[in-house]
């Protein structure tokens, strides 16, 4: 226990007396007067921890009992005190049954920590929370250190001699970063440069203020111990040193947050790779594995809406700074509204000073729009610059009131000046999201019933204003979702509304001119948009909400004070409950009736979707015919809800932009919500529609403990048995279909419709359930490439892998495994097979990469140029079941197909005619079918246009739409 190279190095007074002494004077220095003064003989031993943990212990040193600390400890102290800050001697005796003092003196140990020098550290046993054995010695390894310099002393002792030692820092285990730290607590370096400490972990485990102080960036103590009460309580009994402690020892395994941000139990929940990296126990936790392989591999760690958000107020102070600061900008180059000819939209903007929030608005118009807008600014007798508005904004037609006469009368005044189609109501304390006018345009003219358009009102701290409005029998309004995050799935689909504020509603200029504009009974302002849009709703319009009108607001940004405005408010609804008696009669009562109940005005019947995930194109595996019957649906005329059983661990841009516009996307669900998640809607729906028969069976006991009573639809998609049979013909092993037919559809509810998605699979069904059973196939229209044979090259195949056995992954193995290898001995030239599509986090085809013959591109946003490019597409499928989409889509694509019997039989395809079909496990026939079709022009020339042929004949968007509505047909 006593070092004398480590002692002399850091004790500089017995460096000076004993470095050119003899070995022993070292030693005779510690114990003649080094103890004394409070030195550690090792780095094994740390004096000052020891006295400062046991104040017993060091009142007994003071008074001359013990020499020192270590003193006490190798007389007493070794029995169960520990000695260093790096090691925790009542967890080791908690973490090992064989840790006993009885069981150690019979093994020759003096103690715990005698045992962990000894074998311990080497066996990879834990000695303290921060402290990994076999993670370090990595660490080490990969920073040049020998294996013979670690495993001579143990990672542990090694880990303790390098403190100080001039080398640098490394991580003792995945739950602490020393780089990060310094760099992130400025008073900790200086306090290690100072020579307080001797490093960022032990600053960190015997500073002063534990609570101050985050051991990595994904953890916070502060949020830690806000999120959670009870571990304010459990520091305070000395459970704990820090919240820090409690995570890693024990709150990461119940899955508690480690911040804001970070949502382990969605990260874990959301992951297949962490699931089965966690069974495998090749992860300590999931915040391990999140630190160590999640953060590598970007996976999502938090749903999207339950990001952190900022403080209100001094976002609305940034938001005005940056509209003061944005003054420079205009003073040296104006904005232009010129126009010739007939405007495109009117826009009506009301300013009463507040000149640097109106020229930021208007600069945001300007730029979000390119077309001939009609300007028209009203100026009710500002004071401030707006006076001299007309040297920075050109081409606007300017209206000066003498007085200020409030926001509607103003309106109503310009609205005499509109000449364009659409008007647009804008507040002068507004920046505009992309494409926002446009979008509103768009929508409005997409029907001739829709009377204004209103957009997703984002608040300056990242918050909903409104995201279309609901009005109460009382008179009250409510902005919908609001103080709720911009992503939030019930802010993000189109739906009919009771109104949207006037911050920006685009209007039909004819039929606001036919109502005479605003109401002018709610001079000055407030209610006036409301009572607008009630009097389009009695007209006969519809108010629609589009969320690709988004539209940032500095609220009450344009009044004199907040509580001015809801003065306002109140007087309004006063009013408004005068003027619309019957209309509210019909209205929903706050506090009966939920805002997801009554937030949409639509009469469309609402039909509830459920699937693995949400069903993204690029996904693959059935996933696009997913895609596309919930456009079906959509176009049938119902409202549809996306519902993820597994949840939906993709961007939100391909989660939003590959669904109806009307769709929700419930993308924050998963399967733990689903039961509270039908019984808040069970009266909602008028069918669900459940897709794979998996999804049925764990969704049986929920719809019966939430009451539900809507039809259930259930798509097959492709009968499991049918695979597994296809399989066990590849493995050549026995297999009973129809017991395995039985075994998956037993026990399932009853069904309003069962679906098929073939003839062969809808007459086993048949069999089974003893019901009708319908078949809906798949959709894809015919879009061919047009280069011919000889300006193409090379094989292709696109497809999803979504598990390391799926019928894809099998796909590719047998072809650089089996078939390959014949192709490459029958030809010298043997064409390259380019290989694209998605791959699930954690699936690995490193094979495939390595292969000769391939070329592997993983998932790419454009498939197009590949089937442009590609002579043959193959498709060496051994077991499946449903349809192969892949076919259709080569198909689709002008590009002839080699495949095997089982996908001929499938698509119902004949061999030499749409396709050519090779027996299932012959390998040697599909490679000669590949060097047949690839010197063939005239037989490729006549299955591409036979595939087309039967494509346009079958699998058109017309024949399917109709399968769909007849399905829904009750």
Known sequence: MFDRGWYLHHYPDAR???????????LDYYLQVGARLGHSPSPLFDEAYYLASNPDVAALVRSGQYASGFDHYCQHGWRGVSPHWLFDDALYAELYDDMSLENLELHGCFGRYDHYLRSGQSEARVGHYLFDAPYYRDQALAASCSAEEIDGPGPYVHFLACLGSGRDELAPSIYFDPAWYVEQHPVAKQAIL???????LHHYLTNDTPELFDPVP???????????????????AGLYRNAYQQFVQHG????????????????????????DALNAGLFRDAFAHFRRAGLTEGLAYSPPVKRSGLEEYPAREGFIRKARADLALFARQGLDFSFAGTPDVAVIMVAYGRFELTMRSLASLRQNFGGKIQLILVDNASEDDTRRIEHYVRGMALLRNPQNVGFLKACNQALAHVAAPCLLYLNNDVALGFGAVASAMARLSAAADIGAVCGKIVRTHGCLQEAGSIIWDDGTTSGYLRGESPLAPGANFVRDVDYGSAVFLLCRTALVKALAGFDEAFVPAYYEDADLCVRMLQAGYRIVYDPAVSVEHLEFGSAVTPEASMALMRRGRRIFRERHKAFLQAQPSPGRQTPTRVRERSGRPKLLFIE????????GSGFVRSNDIVHAIDRAGYDVHVLPMNGAPYDVMSLLGDMPARAEVLYDRAFGDIKAFLSERREDYQRIWVARTHNLRRLRTLLIESGNEV??????????SCRAATKAAMMRTGFDLDTALQAEFADLPDLARIIAVNQAEAQLLQRVRGQTVEILGTYREATPTKPGFAARSGLLFIGAVHEADAPNADSLNYYTQEIFPVLAQASVSAPLLTVAGYCAPGIELAGLKMSEGVRALGEVAQTRPLYEAARIFVAPTRFAAGTPYKIYEAAAHGVPCIVTTLLAEQLGWRDGEEVLAVPTLDAEAFARAI????????????LRANALKRLRRENGIAAFQARVQQILTP
């Open 711 to 720: 039809p259930v639809i259930l798509d097959t998609e492709a009968l499991a």
């Open 612 to 619: 693995d995930t949400v069903p993204l194109r690029r996904l």
């Open 252 to 275: 990461c395994f119940e899955l508690r947050q480690p911040s804001a941000e970070i949502d382990l139990a969605y990260y874990r929940d959301m992951h297949r790779s962490v699931r």
């Open 931 to 942: 060097l047949r079709l690839d010197s063939d022009e005239a037989l490729w020339t006549r």
């Open 218 to 236: 994904q953890f916070s103590e502060r949020f830690y111990r806000q999120r959670y009460p009870d571990i304010d309580a459990a520091i305070a």
């Open 16 to 26: 000076a007396l004993c470095v050119d002494a003899p070995e022993a004077a070292a």
């Open 194 to 200: 100072r020579g307080d400490y001797l490093a960022a």
